[in-house]
């Protein structure tokens, strides 16, 4: 009887182990994304050359940016800060290739990877999926 408590209190303070890293990803909300982007309108054309950003609203947690990263590669990002409760200031706001949040913290992400700049955090910009047809992006999760 020794042995099976001894092996329960052994597998209790494995399984109770803190992962902070896992507990603090958890702010953003798994909503339904599913973004069709035609390259051939004015507002989505700019997406046909590398680096250019555009941001689309009403999708994901604060919108969602979508990034051409090359060679018809393209990456869409959710447009809040993953890495605390969402408010109003947790809108990533754009300045060229990079990210920042308005919060106090002002977290700064790279629209090409995805990671933080500067201060290493413990989330990254919380990515979606990407498929190209002729000139359509469908972003999606």
Not at 115 to 139: A, D, F, M
């Amino acid at each position: 009887m020794k042995k099976i408590a001894f092996i329960f209190s052994l597998f209790l303070l494995i399984s109770c182990g803190d992962d902070d890293r896992i507990n603090n990803c958890n702010f953003l909300v798994d909503v339904g994304v599913n973004a069709s982007i035609n390259l051939n309108l004015p507002e989505y054309s700019q997406l046909m050359f590398t680096s250019n950003i555009v941001y689309i609203a009403n999708q994901g947690n604060a919108g969602i940016y979508v990034t051409n990263v090359g060679n018809n590669n393209y990456r869409a990002w959710d447009a809040a800060d993953p890495n605390h409760v969402q408010q109003n200031c947790s809108l990533l706001q754009r300045d060229g290739i990079e990210v920042t949040c308005s919060c106090a913290d002002e977290n700064k992400f790279n629209l090409f990877t995805g990671q933080s700049l500067g201060t290493q955090l413990p989330c990254g910009l919380k990515e979606y999926r990407v498929t190209v047809s002729g000139n359509t992006i469908v972003v999606s999760n």
